[in-house]
């Protein structure tokens, strides 16, 4: 764990330099099947930056709290001076002028940015494949996608190629990978990490998450990015100074099931595992069953109002703002359609093609707007549910990782995202953590809590995961 | 309840519209595909059809949108560009770099 090993440089035990060499090592080994990452940093600025590390705790001085903990950066999210692709071809020779906030954080903090993870094209898709720089694979099993959209973070941090990574979360692309891997996941309340550099998909669902292996990894790393910043009028104060101890919430906790989820249920597979947990828990905790009958229409209500925003958001993608500019063409309008028709996958075509119909005159009643109180009304049942219970529990996704050559419908991988996208679409913090596994491939849970509670989530997390672990 | 497949024909002239204004460019098979993706997608949206957009629930979050009609905005003349940036490349105005090391 990342305290231990802070530890261990602080003492003497081990170097920066041995310990990061370790990690470079997995990834020279493993990354060629793997395909986590878009860009690697030179082995070189990385073990000099190591060795500065190295020198400053040698001195005795105080260093910062994850000096020398190398951490992977989803690729979009800007790190200056690297590449910041989104796994575009639109942004493929983009370089990032400036560090977004959190990453800012975590270079103060004294992290090390070894580089940026493979995602799908603009954070849209649910399996690492829609890349312009390839798909990514499930270190657990190669054939089998790792999840996504933050497929490469979860993925490098499942294979031991980093301990921790950065990733973004819009309707469980923190989340799903995570569970996806066997790793741990945590998306934000709303607002608790400043989205300053990072690139907009829908913004009023996007936060920046982390993935690491274990909860208390990630609440070392959330502790230094969260926070209010001037440069995103969305961000907010919400409380992370430091884990509880579980044992703290061991006898206060009131824990919640999702009752409906028995009209939703997972595979047969996951929903015994979901179900053996429960029991186990059900020994130790009283549990309350919580309804929250408008879920089942978070799918719909996600594939209307983020496709509506990105099509706004990637509305910048035109030739003129970002991306090459093509000359042979006579008229600004062909440019912008030519750059964008050949810089755009096909998935993100799809979603602004529905997100520009969603929002055009005729439609707007029919489907956006319904969309948006739909939202309302699955933030108000949360809201109700959160005056009987402190956290809400349900499996993290319906499906176990699938086949990278399955051949699905758009339609049919967007019902995965069934038990995660209420959580972005009322704004509320939650987290994956691993509870078991069906031949091999890991089961994720899913622990919500209210807005701002971020702290008492990661707690509740730690105590459930000793119990499983 | 009346599902959107019914309310709303997704026809061909409809794909080119909406690709026209996203910018898009769609060949034939494109076309085609993206009308199946649409379709399928009203099927999942059917489940939200009969919800009524009206009293607390639609005030937790804003739904008002501008007309759809195109804003007109006052063109600056290229003349009067070209006063402040007298350079011009294949027909466009050279502006300065805005970091160093762009200049090319």
New interface residues.
């Given amino acids: 764990m990342i305290r231990g090993v802070i530890d261990s440089f602080r003492e003497g035990r081990r170097s920066v330099r041995d310990y990061v060499e370790e990690f470079l090592d997995t990834i020279h080994r493993v990354e060629r099947d793997i395909n986590a990452f878009i860009y690697i940093r030179d082995t070189e600025d990385i073990l000099r930056e190591a060795e500065e590390w190295d020198k400053r705790y040698r001195s005795g001085e105080n260093v910062p709290p994850l000096a020398g903990i190398p951490v992977a950066v989803k690729d979009n999210i800007a790190v200056s001076g690297m590449p910041l692709t989104c796994a575009s071809k639109i942004l493929e020779d983009f370089i990032s002028p400036y560090d977004a906030t959190a990453v800012k954080k975590l270079r103060d903090a004294g992290a090390i940015i070894i580089g940026k993870t493979n995602m799908d094209e603009f954070a849209m898709g649910s399996a690492t494949q829609f890349s312009a720089f390839g798909g990514t694979r499930n270190p657990l099993d190669l054939s089998r996608v790792p999840g996504g959209s933050s497929g490469g973070s979860a993925a490098a941090v499942a294979a031991g190629e980093v301990p921790v990574a950065l990733g973004s979360d819009t309707g469980g692309s923190v989340r799903q990978p995570a569970a996806f891997t066997g790793t741990v996941g945590l998306k934000p309340s709303y607002g608790g990490v400043s989205r300053f550099g990072l690139v907009a998909f829908a913004s009023s669902l996007d936060q920046i998450g982390v993935i690491a292996g274990n909860v208390e990894d990630v609440a070392v790393v959330a502790r230094v990015i969260y926070g209010k910043d001037p440069m995103d009028a969305t961000s907010a104060d919400v409380e992370m100074r430091h884990p509880l101890d579980p044992i703290d919430v061991l006898d206060s906790v009131r824990i919640g099931v999702w009752r409906e989820l028995e009209n939703h249920p997972p595979e047969e597979p996951i929903m015994k595992v979901y179900e053996d947990f429960l029991r186990e828990l059900g020994e130790r905790f009283h549990l309350v069953d919580v309804s929250l009958p408008s879920l089942g229409l978070g799918v719909a209500a996600y594939y209307l109002i983020a496709p509506a925003e990105a099509s706004s958001n990637l509305a910048r993608y035109d030739g003129v703002r970002y991306s090459w500019r093509d000359y042979s063409v006579p008229s600004y309008k062909e440019m912008v359609k030519k750059v964008r028709t050949e810089g755009f996958g096909e998935e993100v075509k799809r979603r602004i093609m529905l997100g520009t119909f969603a929002l055009s005159a005729g439609y707007q009643d029919a489907l956006y707007k319904k969309a948006v109180a739909v939202r309302g009304l699955i933030s108000r049942e949360f809201d109700r549910a959160f005056n009987d219970v402190d956290v809400i529990l349900m499996p993290t996704s319906p499906v176990l990782p699938w086949k990278i050559e399955a051949k699905m419908r758009p339609s049919e991988v967007y019902k995965a995202d069934l038990y995660t996208i209420p959580v972005n679409l009322a704004g509320l913090p939650a987290i994956s953590v691993p509870i078991g596994e069906v031949n091999g491939l890991p089961v994720g849970l899913q622990i919500i809590a209210p807005w701002g509670k971020d702290e008492y989530l990661l707690s509740v997390a730690m105590l459930l995961e000793k119990l499983w672990r | 309840m009346v599902s ?1 497949r019914e ?2 024909k997704i026809s061909r002239e ?2 080119e519209h ?2 026209d ?6 060949d034939e098979d ?1 076309i085609e595909a ?1 009308k199946t ?2 379709e ?2 009203l ?7 009969d ?3 009206k009293g ?6 804003s ?1 008002e ?1 501008r007309s ?1 009609e195109p804003v007109e905005r006052p063109l600056v003349a290229f003349e009067d560009l070209q006063m402040r940036f007298p350079k011009l490349s ?1 027909g466009y105005l050279v502006v300065p770099a805005l ?1 160093k090391g762009d200049e090319q």
Avoid: C, P
Wanted: hydrophobic fraction near 60%; glycine fraction near 0%; charged fraction near 25%.
């Fill in positions: 959107y309310q709303i409809l794909i909406v690709a204004m996203a910018m898009l460019e769609l494109e993206m993706y649409f399928e997608m099927d999942v949206f059917d489940v939200i059809s919800v009524e957009i607390e629930w639609s005030l937790r979050v739904s949108l759809d294949q970091r």
